[in-house]
């Protein structure tokens, strides 16, 4: 059964190429993806060089966990070690935000990720590609959260998305 899956996408190192790249080997492992368009917003919990960030929406018929392995192992390709502290800079970074509907709480893993109603670098290009979506806890839409959500001033949207870019 095919399974509806949003990542939300950041990088503050070559960020124009990394997220690119990190789209690209998304791509490879999903084949049809859809990509919001991408916004700048400043480091989050450290001080540091700017973000790019954006969601990606892919179809896969895989399993949760083979889904966060192949996102990791794309993380790893990028530079990031398996025990990265949060909130530094990174190449790429990906954030496995909704796996259809289900809902996890574990000390591993939070689906829908919580970062969804925290920051608005992930809420905007949600709700930009799954406006009319539903939260699976909350029962509102994404449009609706991000029209509710108070701090829109600190996004600047990029007028390329990464997806285009890279067909370019």
């Excluded at 949003?6 to 999903?30: D, M, T, V, W, Y």
């Excluded at 954006?54 to 399993?63: G, I, K, Q, R, Y």
């Excluded at 970062?115 to 799954?130: E, H, K, M, N, S």
Aim: net charge negative; charged share 20%.
């Amino acid at each position: 059964m095919s399974v509806d899956v949003f990542l939300a996408l950041g990088s503050n190192i070559a960020p124009q190429k990394n997220l690119r790249e990190g789209i690209n080997a998304i791509e490879a492992h999903f084949n049809t993806i859809t990509c919001s368009p991408t916004y700048a917003s400043s480091a989050v919990g450290f001080d540091g060089e700017v973000f790019l960030n954006c969601v990606v929406h892919v179809v896969t018929d895989l399993p949760l966990v083979d889904i966060i392995e192949q996102l990791s192992d794309i993380e790893l390709r990028f530079g990031r070690a398996p025990d990265s502290k949060a909130f530094t800079p990174r190449a790429l970074d990906i954030d496995l935000l909704l796996y259809g509907d289900s809902v996890v709480f574990s000390s591993e893993l939070t689906l829908p990720r919580n970062d969804i109603l925290q920051y608005p670098f992930v809420l905007r290009p949600l709700a930009d590609i799954a406006g009319s979506r539903k939260h699976p806890l909350f029962n509102l839409s994404f449009a609706e959260l991000w029209e509710a959500y108070r701090d829109k001033s600190s996004l600047t949207p990029i007028a390329l998305s990464p997806l285009e870019a890279t067909q370019a």
